[in-house]
C-alpha cells in the first residue's frame, strides 16, 4: 500500500510539475498584435546594401545583414532583424503554451482525480500537492470538490 501511495504521489507530483512548465510559458500581458506588426516596423537600409539578388517566395523578403555596407546601418538592421525574431519566436510559444494549457487542462484534471479517488484516500495530501505546485485556486478547487464527491460516492 505504501508503494502505491508513493508512486501516486509521484505521479501528481510529475504531472503538476510538466504543467507548471507549460504555465509558466503563458504571459498574460502578451499582446499578439506586436508579434503581428514586428516584421513591418523592420527598416531595410536599401541604400547601403549591395549587389545581391534576391531568390525566393514573392512577399517580404529581408536580405542578410551582411549585404549591408554601412557598417552603423548593418548593426542597426542587424539588431531590429534580432528583435523581430525574439519577438515572433516569443509569439509562437505563447500561441503553444496557451493551446496546450487548454487542451490538456482536462486531462490534468481527469488524471489526478483519478489517481486520488482511490484508496487510501489522502485528500490532505493533494490539498498539499496543488498548493505547493501553486496550481490555480478554481482548478483545485474543482478537483478537490470532485475528489471528495467521488469518495463519498464509494
Known sequence: MKEFMSLR???????????NKIVSNI??????????????KVKI?????????????TGIVFPPAECVENELLRKKYQAELDETKKQTLRAKIQKIAKKTCQEKKSIVKSFVIDLYSNKPFATVELETLLKEYNIDEKFSQDILDTVKKQIKSK
Not at 9 to 19: H, N, P
Not at 27 to 35: C, P, R, V
Request: glycine residues 8%.
Open 9 to 19: 504521489r509521484k505521479k501528481c507530483e510529475k504531472i503538476l510539475c510538466i504543467g
Open 27 to 40: 504571459d498574460d500581458n502578451w499582446d499578439d498584435e506586436i508579434a503581428s506588426q514586428a516584421f513591418s
Open 45 to 57: 537600409p536599401w541604400e547601403s546594401i549591395g549587389n545581391i539578388t534576391l531568390n525566393g517566395p
